[in-house]
């Protein structure tokens, strides 16, 4: 059921700007793979793909499924799938020319004649991947089935946005060494936002590099980016607003209590709409050009502001996000997480409006 009480505002002009703050950093030639994983990080991967299709070169997310709605909604570009292929949907990689990552030996068996693939190696991250050692045992599995078209390798760096802690070196090193067995016209990648942003950027580049979040314009560790800015805003409205005496309470266990006499708000978003209840008492909301806390526990689907002494009409907006004046890496520092999980738990239902 979409829900209207909110308004989400992506701006693509933003994004934009965010993609031309990533290709700054490459060397030219290097090919940008954009992550719209999850729904763009939950910013509509129809819409953020259609904006970005003749801006970047290919395409990644983590289900076949994602593949197919790119291609239903007409975007050609190349389309690098993350998961292992799955039985019910072996098919799809030709027929809708999705490419299959390969992250184990015994998935070269499965694939239907004509599948498109890379391998994807583990380097040190621990999560899909082939093994170093399973090197040759994949290349004769590879050899087996000249049907298929093998066309690129990869891996995935689990601490690039931290450059000074030598892993994501480790990981390269590993990862030389293995793609020094394979011919060497296959496409080669490596880097999520933390790679192309890292100090040794360019050592990690190769072909393509998959940045996601930073399109989003939030950076992947602590280390401030100064040129990418958060495309989404979220706003909401005053639905009533009632005056509170000195020492009442407000929302859930009464975790707030008024100072002195004053109006509050009520806003109509909550925990079941993506607002972490962890927040409560927490963030601030925009109204107009001044912050007013939020106050008291988070509820399902209502928030209170403390309006102190002032007393907005009902109706007038209220931003929770905004910009770089209030962003999700801001959420994120104050619920303990990282703005990729506030972002992609923003609800679907909430309806995503784009701005040029
Ligand atoms: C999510 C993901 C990325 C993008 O990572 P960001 O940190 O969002 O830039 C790149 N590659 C793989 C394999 C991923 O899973």
Redesign the pocket.
């Known amino acids: 059921m979409v829900r209207l009480n909110s308004k989400i505002t992506i701006h693509l002009n933003k994004l934009e700007g965010n993609l031309n703050a990533i290709k700054s950093r490459l060397r030219s030639g290097v090919k940008v793979?954009a992550?719209v994983?999850d729904e763009a990080?939950g910013h509509g991967l129809i819409k953020i793909a259609e904006f970005l299709q003749h801006k970047v070169d290919w395409f990644?997310v983590?289900f076949a499924e994602e593949g197919k709605v790119l291609r239903e909604s007409g975007i050609k570009n190349p389309v690098l799938v993350?998961e292992t292929p799955q039985k019910n949907k072996l098919g799809w990689y030709k027929e809708f020319g999705l490419t299959a990552s390969v992250a184990d030996p015994d998935v070269i068996e499965l694939l239907e004649a004509g599948t498109d693939f890379h391998v994807?190696f583990d380097t040190g991250?621990h999560?899909?991947g082939v093994l170093p050692h399973q090197v040759d045992e994949l290349k004769k599995k590879i050899e087996s089935r000249p049907d298929l078209n093998h066309t690129g390798l990869?891996t995935?760096f689990f601490k690039?946005?931290i450059p000074e802690a030598g892993d994501t070196s480790d990981q390269l090193e590993v990862f030389k060494s293995i793609i020094s067995k394979f011919r060497d016209d296959l496409y080669v990648h490596t880097?999520?936002?933390?790679?192309?942003f890292s100090s040794s950027h360019q050592d990690l580049q190769f072909d393509g590099v998959?940045?996601?979040?930073?399109?989003?314009g939030y950076e992947?560790g602590e280390a401030l980016i100064d040129d990418i800015n958060p495309i989404i805003d979220w706003s909401s409205f005053l639905m009533q607003v009632k005056p509170i005496k000195k020492g009442e309470t407000v929302s859930y266990g009464g975790r707030w209590e008024a100072p002195e006499d004053g109006f509050i708000g009520v806003v109509p978003v909550g925990y079941g709409h993506g607002l972490f209840r962890i927040l409560s008492n927490k963030i601030k909301v925009l109204i107009g050009e001044r912050y007013y806390p939020q106050i008291g526990t988070i509820t399902m689907d209502f928030i209170m502001i403390d309006l102190g002494q002032d007393m907005p009409e009902p109706g007038t907006e209220v931003f929770l996000l905004k910009g770089n004046d209030l962003t999700a890496g801001d959420w994120a520092r104050k619920a303990g997480t990282i703005p990729?999980e506030i972002v992609t738990s923003i609800k679907e239902s909430l309806v995503r409006e784009y701005k040029d």
Request: net charge positive; hydrophobic share 30%; charged share 15%.
């Open positions: 793979m992550v994983k990080y990644c983590v993350f994807n991250m999560r899909l990869y995935h690039s946005e880097s999520n936002s933390g790679g192309v998959r940045p996601g979040i930073s399109l989003y992947p990729y």
